[in-house]
Nanobody
Framework: QVQLVESGGGLVQAGDSLRLSCTASGRTFSRYVMGWFRQAPGKDRERLLSITSGGIRYSASDSVKGRFTISRDNARNTVYLQMSSLKPEDTGVYYC????????????WGQGTQVTVSS
């Protein structure tokens, strides 16, 4: 079992940067693939970025390419989402999620953190 807690959301202006953190419980964090997802108002949740246990990054959304970066610190059981050049359309609830290396489904989810970007 893994418990995830996101933090770092808030209200920012267009063009600002923000870093989200997601801290996991448990001693096997390094074995999980971690992902960041976003649910914008009135839209389905979309996967943004993911990072494997070995640090390989994957981008799933063209809308954040070149602006958002995912990283992880296994010693701190934490995954980060660095967001820059934020736009109003980046507004939404951001979730981190975890799945075991050998599983295709994200099994564990955080409660989400709200990011609001004003124009």
């Amino acid at each position: 079992q893994v418990q995830l807690v996101e933090s770092g959301g808030g209200l920012v202006q267009a063009g600002d940067s923000l870093r989200l953190s997601c801290t996991a419980s448990g001693r096997t964090f390094s074995r999980y693939v971690m992902g960041w997802f976003r649910q914008a108002p009135g839209k389905d949740r979309e996967r943004l970025l993911s990072i494997t246990s070995g640090g390989i990054r994957y981008s799933a959304s063209d809308s954040v390419k070149g602006r958002f970066t995912i990283s992880r610190d296994n010693a701190r059981n934490t995954v980060y989402l660095q967001m820059s050049s934020l736009k109003p359309e980046d507004t939404g609830v951001y979730y981190c999620a975890a799945r075991p290396d050998d599983d295709s489904e994200y099994r564990y989810w955080g409660q989400g953190t709200q990011v609001t970007v004003s124009s």
